[in-house]
């Protein structure tokens, strides 16, 4: 059996409209990071989400003041 280490990467090669690769680059220049950077961020929300929707709980967003603002729906 062979263990893989912690820093073993796999490329992969995706395809995205002009529209959504600005979006990744935007969102790059926001957190001061790359590509990979938001991707690996954007997988991470998404499996929080996930696994709260899976356990009967709901994703918000809120204001500074406590009051909720929006809750992320369609996952």
Excluded: C
């Amino acid at each position: 059996m062979t263990v893989k280490g912690k820093n073993e990467r796999i490329q992969i090669n995706l395809d995205f409209s002009p529209e959504l690769y600005d979006t990744l680059n935007n969102l790059a220049q926001q957190i001061n990071g790359d590509h990979a950077e938001v991707l690996l961020r954007a997988i991470a929300l998404f499996a929080v989400a996930v696994e709260a929707k899976q356990k009967g709980k709901h994703l918000w967003i809120v204001e500074g003041n406590q009051n909720l603002e929006t809750e992320v729906v369609g996952i």
